[in-house]
């Protein structure tokens, strides 16, 4: 490789630093009394004998997993398992309501069977507008469960659902992978948050 190459390679990579370095230090102007809502959410939710339901697509299914994975094991400290499910990781489930149905339903379908009042659901989507993410706040909300989106790009068609009960935590910024990156950092927050409130 040349070094006017991979001189070209260290300065992309030096951008993605700073555009997410950028994004975090705006969003921290922003976004910390949502999380703070947020976890106090979570918190009555689990103290109540509540779940919190997880759901996005493609990275995002990634981001509910790691968030489930957090409550039901770990975050950072030993604690009591806490009840997290994500709604992204049973391939029968997903697989036979987007063959029978349509993939805009994988994930109301699984919030009504098994959501209730006073659970949470969690829902994830960089642009705020992925369609089966949508149905599942729609469904959620008919059944009394409360959400937390995590977006981008100014919220989208989610931004429209939410009431007064619910957190939006929109990140500013109009670029997937700085959003998704922020989503993390975001996540971990409310897992800090909640061990927080629980264990100090």
Do not use: W
Not at 61 to 87: K, N, P, T, V, Y
Not at 159 to 176: F, I, Q, Y
């Amino acid at each position: 490789m040349d070094k006017e190459t991979l001189k070209r390679l260290r300065a992309r990579a030096s951008q993605h630093f700073l555009d997410s370095i950028a994004v975090k230090e705006e969003g921290e102007k922003i976004l910390p009394e949502f999380v703070a809502k947020g976890v106090v959410a979570m918190t009555d939710c689990l103290r109540a004998g509540g779940k919190i339901m997880a759901c996005g697509n493609g990275g995002s299914a990634a981001d509910a997993q790691h968030f489930a994975a957090e409550l039901i094991g770990r975050f950072e400290r030993e604690r009591q398992e806490l009840a997290a499910i994500a709604l992204t990781t049973d391939t029968s489930i997903l697989t036979a309501i987007g063959n029978d149905y349509s993939y805009d339903d994988v994930f109301s379908k699984q919030v009504r069977g098994l959501g209730k009042k006073g659970d949470i659901l969690l829902g994830i989507s960089t642009s705020g507008n992925s369609k089966n993410v949508v149905k599942a706040i729609e469904a959620a909300k008919k059944l009394g469960i409360t959400i937390i989106a995590l977006t981008g790009n100014g919220g989208g068609q989610i931004a429209n659902l939410l009431g007064e009960g619910d957190t939006h935590l929109c990140v500013p910024s109009t670029r997937t992978a700085r959003i998704q990156e922020t989503h993390l950092l975001l996540l971990h927050g409310l897992c800090d948050g909640v061990d927080h409130l629980l264990l100090d």
